[in-house]
């Protein structure tokens, strides 16, 4: 797979993979076997920047990808995240006092399976911390040897910019896809500007843009997509134009709408490193054929302004966690 660079040096495959839905998040998580298999199956088709974070579990997630790269280490790249206080098992509000960024960082280290993290994201703004002292703190994790790269998560471009002020931000890691194109406004110009690069969560809609998503589609209980407001029902509906959109797309081009859709995020910029997340090998293999779809000017131009022309329906989080992005 090519590989792409972020930031200040970090070079990464042009794909990541998310690891979040292997222990967390999308309903009953997968076998742990099959888990590490599949990460497994991620190097050797050329993948080699992995994503996890302490609060998928929590814990568990970090367990899962320390475990399956451990053998294998000095061939991969592991991003994982601080800042969210954890209380009897569960994520309660933000910390990212510079003493729980250090802790977080010990225990991150001991489930990793590893010396040293290769990017640690501040995972939401702490509005009672200075994001300065973040940075600061951060700054000394590096020096100490046990970071190697500073990374924010869907953070406001003036607290990036007063961030990377303090130590350079390798990337930024928010939300980006056809269905959710925000960053395009402010994000990009000020990541392009400042040299940092950008991972994209959720390149794929949580699922929606593959076309395996419909209004009638029925989650387990414990799927948290059923407490976001754009996959109600009368939303999906809605948003059926931009896959059947993509769909068309595919079509013509002998792929898969997941393609298509990746596809389109790498052409944006050659800074951008999206990271699909799958449980399926068989996706796991459609997404990475993705890095080799060109896209010419004339069909991005088709997509983007057919995508200008839908509304997409339904906010992307519930109120709660709206409020901690874009800090």
């Not at 974070?53 to 991969?76: C, H, Q, S, T």
């Not at 040897?145 to 990036?160: D, N, Q, W």
Request: proline share 5%.
């Amino acid at each position: 797979m090519q590989k792409r660079v972020l930031g200040n040096g970090l070079e990464v495959s042009a794909l990541g993979l998310g690891c979040m839905g292997m222990s967390f998040a999308y309903g009953t998580a997968p076998d742990t076997k099959e888990m590490v298999s599949l990460l497994h199956a991620a190097v050797e088709r050329g993948v080699t920047f992995f994503d996890t974070a302490e609060i998928y579990g929590p814990f568990a997630n970090e367990e899962l990808v320390g475990e399956a790269l451990a053998p294998i280490r000095d061939k991969v790249v592991i991003a994982t995240k601080f800042g969210f206080k954890i209380e009897d098992g569960k994520q309660n509000g933000t910390d990212s006092r510079p003493e729980h960024i250090r802790s977080v960082a010990e225990a991150s280290l001991k489930r990793l399976k590893t010396e040293v993290i290769d990017l640690f994201y501040q995972h939401r703004v702490d509005p009672d911390v200075p994001i300065e002292d973040v940075a600061g703190t951060v700054a000394d994790l590096i020096r100490e040897g046990k970071v190697r790269h500073f990374g924010l998560s869907e953070a406001a471009p003036a607290t990036i910019r007063r961030a990377h002020a303090v130590q350079p931000v390798t990337a930024l890691q928010s939300e980006y896809s056809l269905w959710w194109r925000e960053p395009e406004a402010e994000i990009l110009p000020t990541l392009e500007e400042l040299g940092i690069g950008f991972v994209p969560y959720s390149p794929l809609g949580r699922g929606f843009l593959t076309g395996a998503i419909g209004k009638d589609t029925k989650f387990e209980a414990s799927d948290f997509r059923n407490n976001l407001p754009r996959f109600d029902a009368d939303a999906r509906a809605s948003n059926q134009k931009l896959v059947d959109l993509i769909g068309a797309v595919a079509k013509r081009k002998l792929a898969t709408p997941a393609q298509i859709a990746l596809a389109w995020l790498l052409a944006q910029k050659d800074w951008i490193v999206p990271i699909p997340g799958t449980t399926k090998l068989n996706r796991l293999e459609e997404n990475i054929h993705a890095a080799s779809i060109i896209l010419s000017a004339d069909d991005l131009a088709e997509i983007t302004r057919a995508a200008d022309s839908i509304a997409i329906e339904g906010e992307r989080y519930a109120p709660a966690m709206n409020a901690m992005v874009n800090r």
